[in-house]
């Protein structure tokens, strides 16, 4: 298996819901991340796991709550967020010793998350 | 703080036209590079990448990327570009120090022409 796989695809919620975003991946990658993506824009990086301990926030607003429940699994919970929230949200994994990463980082496909 | 530009924003071109984008970045140090490709309303994928050794490297696609340290580059090369190839371009840079940080640059939007 040498894919990131990301639940839901689309997701529309409002602005007093709560959901949560699945990324799974069974690489044996030690490190986990979570990117979000406007239209027309680069990834910026929100959240790095690594040996699923949260190691970076890029001062992500407190309604994004990541959590890495075990060393395949990275979730994404959300809670009163905002239009301007609305993006694609995509997880990437990479074996944590880059010394040894000949395949760098995999993405997965997305959720398109409309916040309405 | 690392940044990583592209500085053609948009690129228009015919098929079968060679192709160059090109990628700068700021880091002094060690880096790893990486272009990915987005097409429409698809994830990002590999294209290709550099970590160490022959600073020539071929990806998939017929891409290939050439590092120049001295210009801290990272340009992307096609000799003949196909309709297929109409995607979105990023550049990427990991400082070897950064905590396995990925930076993108702004991405170049390429649009050919059939």
């Known amino acids: 298996d040498t894919e990131v796989t990301q639940t839901p695809k689309h997701l529309v919620m409002g602005m007093t819901n709560k959901k949560s975003l699945k990324c799974e991946q069974h690489m044996g990658h030690r490190a986990m991340y979570w990117y979000k993506q406007k239209a027309k824009k680069p990834p910026e990086l929100m959240f790095v796991y690594s040996y699923e301990k949260l190691s970076i926030n890029e001062s992500v607003p407190s309604r994004f709550s990541p959590e890495c429940p075990n060393s395949s699994l990275l979730n994404l919970h959300l809670h009163a967020l905002q239009p301007e929230d609305s993006a694609l949200y995509l997880c990437?994994?990479?074996?944590?010793?880059?010394?040894?990463?000949?395949?760098?980082?995999?993405f997965g496909s997305g959720t398109r998350l409309t916040v309405v | 703080a690392q940044s990583v530009s592209q500085h053609n924003h948009h690129v228009i071109l015919s098929e079968a036209a060679s192709l160059e984008l090109g990628c700068n970045y700021s880091y002094g140090g060690t880096v790893n590079l990486f272009w990915y490709v987005q097409y429409p309303g698809q994830h990002l994928q590999l294209l290709l990448k550099y970590f160490s050794g022959d600073p020539l490297v071929k990806g998939i696609k017929g891409f290939e990327a050439e590092f120049i340290k001295s210009k801290f580059s990272f340009n992307l090369r096609k000799p003949s570009v196909q309709w297929s190839d109409t995607a979105e371009y990023f550049c990427a840079v990991k400082e070897n120090n950064a905590g396995n940080m990925l930076t993108f640059g702004g991405g170049t939007r390429l649009m050919v022409k059939p």
């Open positions: 990437a994994s990479s074996q944590r010793d880059q010394g040894t990463a000949a395949n760098g980082y995999t």
